[in-house]
């Protein structure tokens, strides 16, 4: 089985991920439980969240929320397991 075909499975297998998430701009208090997940940092006018994503359905959802809110989406990044291992730890 080749890696892209591997990968392809792994995202559509419903399994849960995590996501980073950048968007221009800042999410107040108010919008941030829309999202259901932390601001880590707000860095030049840059949000980061990191949000725990159920399926590729709920990802659309996330991002259409960000176009409702009429933000920027900068990068939309999976995680990887062992990438979410090193970030929790250097919290």
Same mark, same amino acid.
């Given at each position: ?11 559509? *297998? ?9 968007? +221009?701009?800042?999410?107040? #208090?108010?919008?941030? *439980? ?9 860095? #030049? ?29 900068? *990068? ?8 979410? +291992?090193?970030?929790?730890?250097? #919290?």
């Amino acid at each position: 089985m080749s890696d892209m075909t591997r990968n392809f499975q792994l995202v559509n *297998s419903g399994q849960q991920a995590i996501y980073e998430i950048r968007v +221009q701009g800042w999410i107040g #208090e108010r919008w941030l *439980s829309w999202f259901q997940g932390q601001v880590l940092r707000f860095d #030049e006018d840059v949000t980061l969240l990191t949000i725990l994503v159920a399926d590729q359905a709920a990802l659309r959802g996330i991002l259409n929320k960000i176009w409702d809110l009429n933000l920027t989406l900068v *990068s939309a990044i999976r995680l990887e397991r062992n990438e979410q +291992q090193k970030r929790s730890q250097n #919290e």
